[in-house]
C-alpha cells in the first residue's frame, strides 16, 4: 500500500484505532478544519534553520492554524541534565516584560513555553515553541543577495535600501537598551551575530504582511549579566551591530568609499565627511554612523580604565536610538514632499523595489508552505539512510496519515523518531523524497539555514 505520511507530533490522549488507513491527496489540507485533527498537536512543514544548539522548525497548529516556530535541542539529555536553559528564564522572568521607558520599544520574538518529550531509551529532548518570524536573517540577507559576509564586492545593479540601515540601528538598538535597563544589572547579549537580527514582515489584522519589515534581536542561549571572560568589553554588544550595518554600507558603496573597520572615523573634522555625491540616502545614513561611531568612541576613552570589567555599565543607547530613527523617518517614502526635495526617497528605484519585493515574497512563501510528507511504501520510509543523501528533519516527531473516515491524524506506529537519516545511536532514521514546494524554488528542507 503506497501512502503518503506526514510528520506530526501526537497527543498521549490519542485512542487507537484499527480501521483502514487510505491515503488522502495532501493539496486537500488546507481546506480541512483543523479542530477536526484532534490526534495531533503540530504538523512539520519544514526546517527554519539550524544553530548550535538547537534545529528550529516551521510547525502549524492543527486546533488554531497558527503558524510556529519549535526548537528542539540537538541532543538529547539524561533527566538530571534537562534543566530548564537560562534563555528561557530571561525570556520569562525579564525580556518579556515592558520597557522601563516609553521611548524603548523592543523587538524581541514572543516565547510561547517549552516542554520536555521522553524517547525510549530515558532521555528527554527540549523542545520550546516561539512567534514565527518570517523574513530569515540579516546573515541570511548578506549571503543570499551578496556574494560574502566579510568581504562584500560592489555591485551596481543590487541596493540595500538606505531606510533599512538606519531601521536596523534603530530597532536593535532599541531592544539592546530593553536587555540593559530591564532589569537592575545590565544583560548582555553576548552572540550578537548577524544570524541572530531576524527579520520580520507583521501580519495586518486582514492577514496582508506589511511592506517594511522589522529586526528583531533573536537567540538568548549566551545572554546574562556576567562578562565575556578575557575578550569582554561593555560595548561588544553595539559594536557587532555597528560592524553589521557598515557591512550593510559596504553593500552600496565602491572600496574607496566606504567606512573603516572598528568605528573609526576618518577626518572628523571635515564638514563633507560622509558625502557621497549624487546619493543623498547613503551621504545620510555614512553621516549616521560616523556621528554613532563618535559617540561610542567618546565613551569608550571615558571608560578606558574599566571597559574590560564586568563591572563597567553598557552605554546608554537613547542617544543613538533618537539619531538613527530621525535618519529613519527622513528616509520614509510617506514623506513625500521632504524626500524628494532632498533626494532622500528610494522607492522609486527598480533596484529598491525588487529588495523590497524579494522580502515580502520570502516570507509569503514560509506561510504558504504545505506540510512536510513523504512518499513510498511505509516500511521503506522507516529505511534508515545509509548511502543516499538524508533529510535532516530533528525529532521528536509520530509518522502519521489521516484516516478519510474520521479526519484524524493516526500515528502508523508507536515509534518516535529522533534523527531521521542517522543509522547509530539515536534510533531510526527516516527514508523519504520531500514534496515541499520550497524545493521547487531552490530551498530544501535538508539545507541548513541560520538562526
Known amino acids: 500500500m503506497v501512502v503518503r505520511p506526514l510528520l506530526c507530533e501526537r497527543r498521549d490522549d490519542a485512542a487507537p484505532d484499527s ?12 481546506d480541512m478544519d483543523p479542530s477536526r485533527l484532534t490526534n495531533s498537536e503540530n504538523i512539520h512543514r519544514k526546517t527554519a534553520g539550524h544553530g548550535a544548539e538547537a534545529q ?6 492543527v486546533s488554531s492554524g497558527e503558524l510556529f516556530i519549535r526548537k528542539v535541542s540537538r541532543n538529547r539529555l539524561e533527566q538530571h541534565k534537562c534543566i530548564e536553559p537560562n534563555e528561557f528564564r530571561l525570556m520569562e522572568d525579564y ?4 520597557p522601563r521607558s516609553p521611548d524603548i520599544h523592543p523587538l524581541i520574538p514572543q516565547f510561547y513555553g ?7 531509551n530515558g532521555k528527554l529532548h527540549l523542545v520550546s515553541y516561539w512567534q514565527l518570524i518570517n523574513g530569515g536573517s540579516v546573515k541570511d540577507l548578506i549571503l543570499t543577495k551578496y556574494n560574502s559576509v566579510r568581504h562584500t564586492k560592489f555591485n551596481p545593479d543590487q541596493r540595500f535600501p538606505a531606510r533599512l540601515i538606519a531601521r536596523m540601528l ?12 530591564v532589569s537592575e544589572k545590565p544583560i548582555f547579549h553576548k552572540d550578537l551575530h548577524p544570524g541572530n537580527i531576524w527579520i520580520h514582515m507583521a501580519p495586518s489584522s486582514g492577514g496582508e504582511l506589511s511592506d517594511v519589515p522589522d529586526f528583531y534581536l533573536g537567540d538568548f542561549g549566551y545572554a546574562g549579566w556576567g562578562g565575556f571572560s578575557h575578550n569582554h568589553t561593555a560595548t561588544r554588544d553595539v559594536d557587532n551591530v555597528m560592524e553589521w550595518a557598515r557591512l550593510m554600507i559596504c553593500v552600496n558603496l565602491p572600496e574607496d568609499q566606504r567606512p573603516p573597520k572598528n568605528c573609526v572615523v576618518p577626518n572628523p573634522d571635515d564638514p563633507h565627511r560622509g558625502k557621497i555625491a549624487g546619493d543623498a540616502p547613503m551621504s545620510a545614513i555614512l553621516s549616521l554612523y560616523y556621528d554613532l561611531c563618535e559617540e561610542l568612541n567618546f565613551f569608550k576613552e571615558e571608560n578606558s580604565r574599566y571597559i574590560r570589567k564586568p563591572s563597567c555599565p553598557p552605554p546608554d543607547l537613547t542617544p543613538l536610538i533618537r539619531r538613527a530613527e530621525a535618519v529613519e523617518k527622513k528616509l520614509t517614502p510617506s514623506l513625500t514632499a521632504f524626500a ?3 533626494g532622500l526617497d528610494e522607492s522609486g528605484d527598480p533596484r529598491i ?25 511505509v516500511e521503506k520510509c522507516l529505511i534508515p539512510m545509509i548511502k543516499t543523501f538524508p533529510i535532516k528533519v530533528h525529532g521528536p516527531w509520530f509518522l502519521a496519515e489521516i484516516r478519510a ?8 506506529d508507536d515509534q518516535t523518531y529522533h534523527r531521521p537519516g542517522k543509522t547509530r545511536g539515536s534510533g531510526r532514521g527516516l527514508r523519504a523524497i520531500s514534496e515541499s514546494p520550497d524545493e521547487n524554488s531552490g530551498e530544501s528542507d535538508s539545507e541548513p539555514g541560520f538562526v
Open 19 to 30: 480501521s483502514y488507513h487510505k491515503p488522502l491527496d495532501v493539496s486537500s489540507f488546507e
Open 56 to 61: 528550529a522548525q516551521v510547525v502549524r497548529k
Open 95 to 98: 525580556l518579556s516584560k515592558p
Open 114 to 120: 517549552y516542554e520536555k518529550i521522553p524517547s525510549r
Open 170 to 181: 534603530h530597532q536593535v538598538f532599541s531592544s539592546l537598551q530593553h536587555l540593559y535597563t
Open 340 to 342: 524628494l526635495m532632498t
Open 353 to 377: 523595489q525588487k529588495f523590497m519585493h524579494d522580502i515580502k515574497e520570502g516570507a509569503m512563501r514560509k506561510a504558504r508552505a504545505q506540510p512536510f510528507t513523504m512518499t513510498g511504501p
Open 405 to 412: 473516515a474520521t479526519g484524524r491524524w493516526e500515528a502508523i
